[in-house]
């Protein structure tokens, strides 16, 4: 269990004079989880509940020019985090994740232009419902008298639904990307080609209002290659 805080300040843009300021934020953070070996150590799962509790969690909202921060009454964010780690044979290691979280507002009314918007029961923005990663890694040891270690790595990661706005009106559904790497090493020297987003999933990475509607799209498929020395 542990107490969290944040103190308040002001913002530089604002549309009404009591929004000049905001108030701190605090939270009530609350979490229980355990990990256990399996199948002497090759197989390893962790799993944590958590829940958070906040009083006036700052929000940031944008605005015609700029953005500000307000104060939400009360919101909370539960969930629980799997995580499944093997070593099924020699050099090949593998590993599973997912995380649920259910984060709302319970009391949170905002005034915008003599009109009283009531957020309370909607999702908070940029807390993505659902995460889920799955990756391999594959280590060739002295493959040759030239190379010293090959290692071929895979993933997918996947996130949402996400809402971008404390209204709820626009989100990004779930959506996932694959990603790969292959690199050699040989003494201090790491040669490496990498891909992101293989499968060139479409996806909006941030959404943001100033007057009118702004996206900004996901990378899409991306090849590259990197060299590292360590010493």
Same mark, same amino acid.
């Given at each position: 269990v542990t107490k969290g805080y944040k103190t308040g300040g002001f913002n530089t843009s604002f549309e009404r004079e009591e929004d000049r300021s905001f108030r701190p934020e605090s939270s009530w953070n609350y979490e229980v989880g355990g990990k256990h070996p399996f199948l002497d150590n090759r197989l390893r799962a962790e799993i944590a509940l958590f829940w958070i509790d906040w009083k006036n969690q700052q929000i940031s909202q944008s605005l015609t020019v700029g953005s500000m921060l307000n104060?939400?009454?009360? $919101?909370?964010? %539960? /969930?629980?985090?799997?995580?499944?780690?093997?070593?099924?044979?020699?050099?090949?290691?593998?590993?599973?994740?997912?995380?649920?979280?259910?984060?709302?507002?319970k009391d949170y009314t905002d005034k915008k232009k003599d009109k009283v918007y009531d957020y309370s029961g909607n999702y908070l923005p940029l807390v993505p419902s659902h995460t889920f990663s799955a990756g391999a890694d594959?280590?060739?040891s002295n493959p040759c008298s030239h190379i010293d270690r090959i290692l071929i790595s895979a993933n997918f990661t996947g996130a949402g639904r996400i809402y971008w706005k404390e209204d709820n009106v626009v989100s990004q559904p779930f959506f996932g990307q694959l990603n790969g790497k292959v $690199?050699?090493? %040989? /003494?201090?020297?790491t040669f490496a080609i990498w891909a992101k987003n293989i499968t060139n999933t479409q996806y909006t990475a941030f959404y943001f209002e100033m007057g009118k509607c702004l996206a900004q799209a996901g990378?899409?498929?991306?090849?590259?290659?990197?060299?590292?020395?360590?010493?």
């Open positions: 104060n939400a009454g009360r $919101s909370e964010s %539960k /969930g629980v985090e799997v995580s499944l780690q093997g070593n099924p044979v020699n050099g090949l290691m593998v590993q599973l994740n997912y995380g649920f979280t259910h984060a709302t507002f594959y280590t060739i $690199s050699a090493t %040989k /003494g201090f020297a990378r899409p498929f991306t090849i590259g290659g990197s060299v590292a020395v360590a010493f």
